[in-house]
């Protein structure tokens, strides 16, 4: 498994588990005096050998053959180049100045332990033990006092009960905790009636004008609104304010559980504060980016960010909206076309799709120009989650000589980039990640050029999603374009999704994942669960990612375990026929009977031996 530079080890002989990291994180609040080696061999020891480990182990390779890859790029990186890429970086950092706001107070809310906090509010005989809500297969989360124990959300209840074996584990009941979060956000309206939930538990709260309009300091509102929620709900929460939504979330986590942390609006103190935060501290960097950046370019805070800006550039900033304006730049070019009207496509990560146009004045075709226009139709859709973005080109003049009348010109190179990327840049909400009109994710390796269309307009299609870092294979579009007579039809609508499978013939999971009871995987209302009722909103990227895994596994195990017990049946009874009874996993299952060695210990043994021990 992975290599980690700062892991205090490499995996190898008699201490395994040290590599062991994908499962293990200590980047929730209330865990930094975790005995770190302790959990990682236990949540090895007791996954050893099974399907999720497997699954596991095949993230761990694609991340390291990642390391590997942009190690070797780096190798190849001329002085020229680099100095190329720093000026590149420099200028993106003055941009980013010139557009700093300090005028606006965001207060950003996020209730402590939540799910485990209203059932001990229920049930006060729970307070001060260590209590996790969730099921053996899976956690939503863990209260502080079991968190000591390095039990977290989105781990197996079966590993955290050996991990802390006085663990109570309630099931999760979301009618209650929709109850609270109601009552909540009540307390939110009275200070933005504009406020912005984000999940159950958090908010965004913009307290510019109540700071103002009442004379009264940041902290103050801070302190008041966090006694509100606690008088109306009996529940505490923490609170982070600053200029912006992105810093308030990070520092609402500064001082958990119930606790607040003010950023005054001032320059000093915001750079003073960014240059020693840790990069997983900032939303959307999760524990694949965080990795990445450590083992390739040795970053571990935002200020090794800056120091490193010009090889972050150079290796990380393919899919870039100056890419994407680039990309359609010199496809007019060589058409020989100029454009009136552009045309910004975007899906949101909850897969909303939007679209919106500008006609222009004059005509254009160079990247700025299209940069330019494509980036104020943005910025009035901002904040946003992203999964997909595309501009489009219409309404032409034919600069070429010979050629007069646009609408009848035939065109081609309907660009499709079809960029896999991890979860971390696909729901990166944050207004600095859109204004960059960057994509800082390293994981944003790959690009393919799937296909080019006769079309009546130009297109490129930058596409994030989030199935690379689990090894998956992301669904391929295909799209045909359409006819109409302004060149401007909605070709993103018509894309279907093909789902592929990987070589063992799996899909994706959040695709197409079928659990035992037959039930598909999707995230209802994109935040429940549809298989188990777990709730996780979009901004939980990776954890929806391992909670998918980890119904992947599940299901996998399940499969793996009926073939066990199928093979057995039949060789007893060899004229029964099991298939109707096995469905719906009966086709796959019987695909897979061929290859299965019967190696892999099923998760329900996991569950025996817990309950053994
Ligand atoms: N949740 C979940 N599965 C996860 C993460 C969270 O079901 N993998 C649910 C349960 C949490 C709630 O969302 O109670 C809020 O998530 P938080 O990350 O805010 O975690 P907590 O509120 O539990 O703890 P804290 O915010 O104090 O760290
Ligand atoms: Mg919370």
């Known amino acids: 498994m992975a290599t980690s530079s700062s892991g205090g080890g490499n995996g190898d002989g008699d201490r395994p588990w040290q590599s062991y990291h994908t499962v293990y994180t200590n980047a929730k609040a209330g865990m930094d005096g975790v005995d770190k080696e302790r959990v990682q061999k236990i949540v090895y020891e007791m996954s050893k050998g099974s399907k999720y480990f497997e699954n596991e182990k095949r993230k761990e390779a694609t991340i390291n053959q990642k390391i590997e890859d942009l190690r070797a790029q780096c190798v190849l990186l001329t002085d020229e180049q680099i100095s190329f890429y720093q000026t590149v970086a420099d200028k993106r950092i003055i941009d980013l100045e010139a557009s700093r706001d300090l005028s606006k107070t965001w207060l950003h809310s996020d209730m402590d332990a939540f799910y485990a906090a209203v059932e001990t509010l229920e049930n006060p005989s729970l307070k001060g033990k260590p209590l996790a809500v969730g099921s053996m297969s899976m956690l939503c989360t863990a209260n502080y006092e079991a968190r000591k124990f390095g039990v977290r ?60 309009d009442k004379s009264v300091s940041s902290e103050q509102i801070a302190s008041e609104l966090r006694n509100t929620i606690y008088e109306q709900t009996g529940l505490t929460c923490s609170v982070g304010v600053a200029p912006n939504r992105l810093l308030a979330k990070v520092c609402s986590d500064i001082n958990k559980p119930n606790g607040q942390f003010i950023l005054p609006n001032d320059y000093k103190a915001i750079m003073t504060f960014i240059s020693s935060l840790p990069i997983r501290k900032v939303g959307g960097i999760g524990k694949v980016t965080e990795h990445l950046l450590r083992d390739v370019l040795g970053i571990n805070t935002c200020e090794q960010m800056l120091q490193k800006s010009a090889y972050l550039c150079a290796l990380f900033s393919e899919h870039s909206t100056a890419d994407i304006a680039e990309a359609l730049s010199n496809d007019m070019h060589e058409e020989g076309l100029c454009g009136r009207t552009l045309t910004l496509k975007l899906k949101t990560s909850s897969f909303e799709v939007r679209t919106r146009a500008t006609s222009l004045q004059t005509y254009i075709h160079s990247k700025e120009d299209i940069l330019a226009h494509a980036s104020k139709l943005l910025k009035a859709e901002l904040p946003l989650s992203l999964r997909l973005m595309g501009l489009r080109m219409s309404q ?88 109409d007579a ?31 009871n037959g039930k598909m995987l999707w995230w209802i209302d994109d935040y429940i669960c549809s298989v188990c009722g777990a709730e996780l909103p979009q901004c939980f990227i990776e954890e929806r990612q391992e909670h998918s895994d980890y119904h992947l596994a599940e299901m996998l195990q399940k499969e793996e375990s009926l073939n066990n017990r199928r093979g057995l049946l039949q060789r007893e009874r060899p004229v029964v026929s099991l298939v109707g009874k096995i469905s719906p996993v009966g086709d796959v299952a019987r695909k897979k009977q061929k290859t299965s060695k019967g190696k892999f210990i099923p998760i329900d043994a996991f569950f025996n031996r817990y309950k053994k021990d």
Do not use: W
């Open 486 to 516: 302004s060149g401007i039809k909605d070709n993103a609508d018509e894309c279907v999704p093909q789902v592929h499978a990987d070589n063992e013939g799996r899909s994706n999971p959040e695709e197409s994942l079928t659990n035992q």
């Open 153 to 212: 959300a989105a781990m197996p209840g079966f590993i955290a009960r050996k991990l802390c074996p006085d663990l109570i584990v309630v099931p999760p009941n979301f009618q209650k905790y929709t109850y609270y979060s109601e009552l909540t956000r009540k307390v939110f309206s009275n200070y933005d009636a504009d406020f912005i939930a984000t999940s159950l538990d958090e908010a965004y709260v913009n307290i510019t004008d109540i700071c103002n």
């Open 396 to 483: 032409f003049y034919d600069v070429k000589p010979g050629r007069h009348d646009p609408m009848q010109k035939t065109l081609k190179n309907f660009i499709i980039k079809d960029a896999s990327q991890s979860t971390s840049c696909s729901s990166y909400s944050s207004d600095q990640h859109l204004r960059n009109g960057a994509n800082i994710d390293p994981s944003a390796a790959e690009e393919s050029c799937l296909s080019k269309f006769e079309s009546g307009h130009l297109m490129a299609v930058c596409e994030p999603e989030d199935y690379q870092q689990s090894n998956q294979i992301a669904p391929v579009k295909v799209c045909r374009p359409g006819n």
